[in-house]
């Protein structure tokens, strides 16, 4: 078992539940996506396990050891191991393409290269590597900024892959992306979690890119799993039960 979240609890500062118990098991080499409403937990969940937020109570364990409360250097040599592709891309924008993937190696590099950005020709060469993996090493010395957004996401998973993950984490990676780009970013996770055999958890929003993509599937509403299972078994009861009964599905081709 690659990941294992027991009894998880998120109580915010001001009062906010956001997760109530959440127990899940993640298998090394699994596509499992997350659903649910805006707040229903997803983004925190994928935060705690992540460290990037304290759980109120309860366990992380990665690699079969609980990293729930690490710090320093324990808690570093860690999240090494676990990469995160943000909404909102979280690139340098004045700089390059292939500078900020190289962001993605800094956490274990010396303080030499980190600070001088004097990179061996290995690490370059890993750096192309992931920008060919997202097909995308023809914009290597093009400033970030003047990417399409779907071209900027790219960047970003090639710079969490620049950590070598055993998990890689995507909290809603295509939201702010139209329908078409937004299944050309999907299909670079996929070849990812089929080619390498990285785990991929994401948050996703739209049905149609949780069938096509996932190979399982949790629901979670005002912060517990109420549904977890076959992505193809979440019919219009199971989507009303999640979304709530006005809800509509949208279809993205």
């Known amino acids: 078992m690659l990941l294992t979240v027991h009894d998880l609890h998120k109580t915010y500062k001001s009062g906010t539940q956001a997760l109530k118990g959440v127990d899940l098991e993640v298998r090394e080499g699994e596509f499992l996506v997350i659903i649910g409403l805006s707040g229903s937990g997803k983004s925190t969940l994928l935060r705690c396990i992540n460290r990037l937020i304290e759980p109120t109570s309860g366990a992380v364990t990665f690699l079969g050891k609980d990293i729930t409360h690490l710090k320093g250097d324990e808690l570093r040599k860690v999240k090494r191991q676990i990469g995160m592709v943000f909404q909102q891309f979280n690139l340098v924008k004045r700089k390059s393409v292939l500078s900020n993937v190289l962001n993605g190696r800094l956490g274990s590099l010396g303080t030499f290269e980190s600070v ?118 979440i019919d219009e009861t199971w989507f009303k039960r999640i979304y709530g009964e006005d809800a509509e599905e949208v279809e993205i081709a």
Do not use: W
């Not at 139209?178 to 990812?192: C, G, H, L, R």
């Not at 190979?215 to 549904?227: D, F, N, P, S, W």
């Open 116 to 233: 001088f950005e004097s990179y061996s020709e290995g690490v370059l060469a890993d750096a192309y590597k992931c920008l060919a993996t997202v097909g995308i090493t023809d914009y290597a010395k093009v400033r970030a900024d003047s990417l399409s957004g779907g071209q900027q996401q790219r960047v970003a998973i090639a710079r969490s892959l620049m950590q070598n993950p055993k998990l890689l984490l995507a909290d809603e990676p295509v939201a702010s992306l139209d329908p078409a780009t937004s299944n050309s970013v999907m299909q670079y996770f996929e070849k990812i979690n089929k080619e390498t055999g990285t785990t991929v958890i994401c948050s996703l929003h739209f049905l149609s890119l949780v069938r096509r993509y996932a190979t399982r599937a949790i629901a979670l509403k005002a912060g517990e799993i109420v549904y977890e299972g076959s992505p193809t078994d």
